[in-house]
């Protein structure tokens, strides 16, 4: 008898342990009193126009073409929010998840093609820019280009020393006006090309996002966030 009882007892610490694990890893653990922002971008540019679906809401009914950026977006918060950027005939073109909190700004973005077509996500922080200034951050999504790049100024000035593949930099301040960049390879230092960024605002905040065309080329695009 005493047997049985710690095996009962063990069964039933077990499937305790089983039942929190399960619930701690329940997709869609949605928060009902909480609420998030959230942009949504397309920034694949093979993809068809896109619908955008998180946690089963229809946030983005259809037609995201690529460099498309959506309004901020109120929707329930929550953990492990199944994201789905989805073709006009309903099929899925790319799948994730999103974690999230209460009161949060995100941008959601579907990036890439083929086999490594994802969704990525970055919080964002929209407090305005210092006076004068531009805030702006760089985020690497090029699959073509070297895993790791850095960025100058036109000057020779380094913007940033590194920034990897499906990673941001942070946010910076530049002047208004036109930028002018450098990338080159983090690794061997060759140069992947230089781009002038036109037409900032000042106290305005910024996404330039690398990324590769259709053709291939390295490019790069902008999300305005106010």
């Known amino acids: 008898m005493k047997t049985s009882k710690i095996t009962h007892q063990a069964f039933i610490a077990i499937a305790l342990l089983f039942s929190a694990t399960f619930y701690s890893c329940k997709k869609n653990n949605i928060d009902d009193t909480g609420q998030f922002n959230l942009k949504v971008v397309n920034a694949s540019a093979t993809s068809t126009p896109q619908s955008f679906t998180l946690a089963g809401n229809i946030l983005v009914p259809g037609g995201l073409k690529y ?19 989805k073709n006009a ?3 899925v073109y790319a799948s994730g998840e999103i974690f999230t909190a209460n009161t949060i700004s995100q941008t959601v973005y579907l990036v890439g093609q083929g086999s490594k077509t994802r969704i990525k996500y970055f919080t964002d922080n929209l407090s305005a820019p210092n006076s004068g200034k531009v805030k702006i951050k760089f985020i690497h999504f090029s699959d073509n280009a070297p895993a790791n790049i850095r960025i100058k100024d036109s000057s020779g000035g380094e913007l940033q020393n590194n920034i990897t593949r499906n990673e941001d930099t942070g946010y910076k301040f530049v002047d208004p006006g036109t930028l002018s960049i450098q990338l080159s390879s983090t690794s061997s230092g060759d140069s992947l090309g230089a781009f ?18 259709a053709d291939g080329r390295l490019t790069i695009n902008q999300v305005l966030h106010n």
Do not use: H
């Open 196 to 213: 002038n960024i036109s037409g900032l605002q000042s106290g305005k905040i910024y996404d330039f996002y690398f990324t590769d065309a």
């Open 67 to 85: 460099q498309d950026a959506t309004d901020y977006i109120s929707s329930p918060s929550g953990t492990r929010l199944v994201a789905e950027f």
């Open 89 to 91: 005939n309903g099929s």
